[in-house]
């Protein structure tokens, strides 16, 4: 049985491609939402987990996370890690920053993309406040802090491959995004957790 049974030669070759096309954009489509899930869920891809409060075990083994920052082509800020790295114990809370700068001379707002390496410390890589959960909106010439609060969880110690892990890379990429001008006066206004620096 044809996909298309009254069309005949050329014609049905191009609406057999058509369709092709139109189901292989509509998976292509899918499968981003869908990943993203995947990687949430299950930590590959180096995606973080967001915890309610502090670890409630801390144990005496040191782990070092470095801070690293990049930008979407467009993005017209500069973004920088406060420090480039940080060596703390397994289970205990830590505050990081980020700094970042529109140089512009209009409001610009971005969103923060985020993974860690080695993709394995993903799942264990625990986030409790981030400027990554929202997005941000810098007026011109606006410089802020970003914080990020985070643990690394103590069951790294007990995973067969997290068990080897002795650094883990926090990377953050930041993209510009379109708003509405009614809603970058009021992000403006309401950004979570940035410190602004005069």
Known sequence: MTLFPNLQGPRRTVA??????????????ASVPFYD??????????????????????LDQ?????????????MPWTFTPEV????????????AFYEAHNPTDRPVAGQAAYNVTPYEAGGFFDKIECFCFTEQVLQPGETVMMPVSFFVHPDIVDDREGQYVHTITLSYTFFEIDLPEEELADAALTTAAPVAID
């Open 16 to 29: 057999q491609l058509v369709s092709v096309v139109l189901l292989m954009g509509g998976l292509a489509w």
């Open 37 to 58: 899930w995947f990687c949430r869920v299950t930590g590959f891809g180096g995606i973080t987990n967001v915890a309610d409060g502090d670890t409630v075990e801390v």
């Open 62 to 74: 040191i782990i070092t996370v470095r801070f690293d920052a990049s930008l979407e082509r467009d």
């Open 84 to 95: 480039r790295e940080m060596k703390l114990r397994i289970g205990e809370t830590a505050l």
